[in-house]
């Protein structure tokens, strides 16, 4: 992989970091089934944002995925199964790839978030090592593969952010790959979830036959 490399989609890079993650989580399932890899890539935990991806879409990120050496499809079993090459293609070692995993599938975080969130992927042995690859990312000569974001008004610590799908764009201008018609969607599922919520507590808070 170089520099030159096509910036991946969101669905491609939560594919891509679902594959890690599961590789490392469940190994005794990995490589994963197609069923397994939607699953993944559409559950509601560890996910930022909640995505909701046809088979279809997938088979096609993965399609674009092996034809960057990015994943490949295994043989030798009559169910396809999916795996990632993500430390081959781009060289890093599985710290990395952990760090790059948590960042495809959870979006930019500061580095205490990254160790936290990294816990069973890898575990840092503490916040200077997480720091430590992170900048080996972000000074890889002529190919960063991560990036520090300025820090946010009321924030003690800078993000971070993955480069897999391009530099940060300024904001409003969308990103290679976004969907503004799904991200709509998503928003608008969320806050439909988020009143559920509040009207589920109302009803907690109402005192008894009011």
């Not at 279809?56 to 092996?66: C, D, P, R, T, Y």
């Not at 995993?101 to 580095?111: E, F, I, K, S, Y």
């Not at 503490?126 to 820090?151: K, Q």
Request: with cysteine; net charge negative; charged share 25%.
């Amino acid at each position: 992989m170089t520099a030159l490399r096509p910036p991946l989609t969101l669905l491609e890079t939560r594919v891509l970091g679902t594959l890690v993650e599961k590789q490392r989580t469940v190994p005794d399932t990995y490589p994963l089934s197609l069923n397994a890899l939607a699953a993944g890539c559409n559950q509601k935990t560890s996910r930022n944002p909640v995505l909701d991806a046809g088979e279809g879409e997938i088979l096609e990120a993965m399609e674009n995925l092996k034809g960057a050496g990015l994943a490949a499809e295994t043989s030798g079993s009559r169910v396809a199964r999916f795996e990632h090459r993500l430390e081959k293609a781009l060289g890093v070692p599985t710290q990395a790839s952990a760090l790059l995993a948590v960042l495809m599938l959870r979006g930019p975080q500061t580095a205490g978030e990254l160790r936290l969130n990294c816990e069973r992927l890898h575990r840092f042995a503490d916040i200077s090592a997480t720091e430590g690859f992170l900048e080996e990312l972000a000074t890889r000569p002529g190919d960063p593969l991560v990036i520090e974001l300025p820090r946010l008004p009321g924030s003690r610590e800078n993000r971070w952010m993955h480069l897999l799908s391009g530099e940060p764009a300024p904001a409003g201008e969308p990103r290679p790959g976004d969907t503004p018609g799904r991200e709509i969607d998503e928003l608008k599922a969320r806050v439909t979830a988020l009143e559920a919520e509040v009207a589920a507590l109302r009803r907690c808070l109402q005192p008894a036959g009011g």
